[in-house]
C-alpha cells in the first residue's frame, strides 16, 4: 500500500511507540510484506527465522522486536509487539468506512459505463469507461477496474485476503492481518458470475489485459495473472501466485500459495498445481505432470488387474 504522502520515520516511531535503531531521518511511503517490499517501504517482523530475510529485504523500515545488524541506510523500529504495531499503521492509513450509499461519492466511473442495478461501489474504487457491471456485483473500496471491462452478476472484487498471523501461545491461533492492498483489473478482461477475487494483504491482487475468467473461480490475495489468459469454471488459485501470460487453467484446477506458472502453458480440468510448472507445455493431474506422461500413467495403471492374474497364473 502506498501512503497519500510520505510520512517521516519519526512520526511512526512515535505513532506506535517504537525506538529508532540507524537511519533516524527517512520518508516513509508505503506499507509492505516481504514479498512485495519496495524501497521506502516499511515492513515487520516478528520471528527470529525472518529477521534475516526482511533487513536484507527492500524495506527502508522494519518493525522489529528487538535489535538486531542492520544496514546504516536502513532503520529499525524496535517494539514488543510487531504485528500489533503493522496494524495499527493500517488501521490509521486505511480505516475501515462504513457505507452509507450503494455507490460511494469518492468513486470515478468512466463514460458509457453501465452500472446495474444492486451494484455496490466502495470508497475510491476507479471504473474505466465502457464497462459492464452487472447485478449484485460488489467491488470494494480502492479497487481499479480497466475500459471494456465486464464482470457478470453476483461477483465480489476486493474481498479481504485469507491471511492471518498464527501463533499457538495465545488464545486465538488466528488473527487476522488486516488487508490493505487492491484489485487490478485490466482493459478488455471479463470475470464471471458469482467469482471472488481477493485483494492483496499490502499490495494488489492483478487480472491482466484481456484475461477471461469463467463463473465461481477465485483468485487470492496478491496473486498476479496476466494477458490473454482462460481461466475456466470453479478454478481456485491460492495466494500470491504468478500465472504469466496466455495460460489457461481448465474446469476445477486447484493451485497452491506462491508459484509461478509459466507463459502458455495449460493445465487440464481437475488438475492439482502443488509447485511452479515451465510454460508451453500441456500439464494434467495430481501431482500434475505433462499431460502425455500422465495419460500414459494411467493407462498402465488400468492394466495392474490384467498383469496381476497375468503373475498369478504363471
Known amino acids: 500500500m502506498k501512503l497519500t504522502s510520505p510520512v517521516s520515520v519519526e512520526w511512526i516511531a512515535s505513532f506506535i511507540g517504537a525506538r529508532i535503531i540507524g537511519k533516524q531521518d527517512g520518508m516513509c511511503y508505503g506499507i509492505n510484506e516481504i514479498h512485495k517490499v519496495e524501497n521506502g517501504d516499511i515492513a515487520f517482523v516478528d520471528h527470529p527465522k525472518y529477521y534475516k530475510k526482511c533487513i536484507a529485504s527492500n524495506a527502508s523500515f522494519i518493525i522489529i522486536d528487538q535489535p538486531t545488524e542492520c544496514p546504516p541506510h536502513k532503520a529499525l523500529l524496535i517494539v514488543d509487539q510487531p504485528f500489533e504495531a503493522y496494524k495499527k499503521l493500517v488501521n490509521h492509513f486505511r480505516p475501515f468506512q462504513r457505507a452509507t450509499h450503494l455507490v460511494d461519492a469518492t468513486a470515478t466511473i468512466g463514460t458509457d459505463t453501465y452500472i446495474a442495478p444492486n451494484v455496490f461501489i466502495g470508497e475510491h474504487v ?52 488486516p488487508s490493505c492492498g487492491r484489485v487490478v483489473i485490466a482493459d478488455h478482461a471479463e470475470i464471471g458470475a458469482g467469482c471472488t477475487i481477493d485483494r492483496g494483504v499490502t499490495h494488489d491482487t492483478c487480472i491482466g489485459a484481456g484475461t477471461k475468467l469463467d463463473n465461481m473461480v477465485h483468485i487470492g490475495h496478491d496473486t498476479v495473472i496476466g494477458k490473454n489468459c482462460l481461466i475456466a469454471a470453479q478454478v481456485g488459485i491460492a495466494g500470491a501466485v504468478n500465472i504469466e501470460d496466455g495460460v489457461t487453467l481448465w474446469g476445477q484446477v486447484g493451485v497452491s500459495k506462491t508459484l509461478t506458472i509459466g507463459k502458455d502453458a495449460v493445465v487440464l480440468a481437475q488438475s492439482g498445481v502443488p509447485s511452479s510448472l515451465a510454460g508451453g507445455k500441456v500439464y494434467f493431474g495430481y501431482p500434475v505432470e505433462e499431460a502425455i506422461a500422465k495419460k500414459r500413467e494411467l493407462v498402465w495403471i488400468k492394466r495392474i488387474p490384467e498383469l496381476w492374474k497375468a503373475i498369478k497364473g504363471a
Not at 129 to 151: A, E, F
Not at 160 to 169: E, I, S, W
Request: charged residues 15%; proline residues 2%; hydrophobic residues 35%.
Open 126 to 177: 476507479t471504473i474505466g469507461k465502457n464497462c459492464i457491471i452487472h447485478p449484485n456485483v460488489t467491488i470494494l473500496s480502492h479497487c481499479v477496474i480497466g475500459d471494456h471491462v465486464i464482470i457478470q452478476a453476483g461477483t465480489t472484487v476486493g474481498s479481504d485476503a485469507f491471511y492471518y498471523n498464527t501463533k499457538k501461545n495465545r488464545e486465538h491461533w488466528f488473527e487476522k492481518m
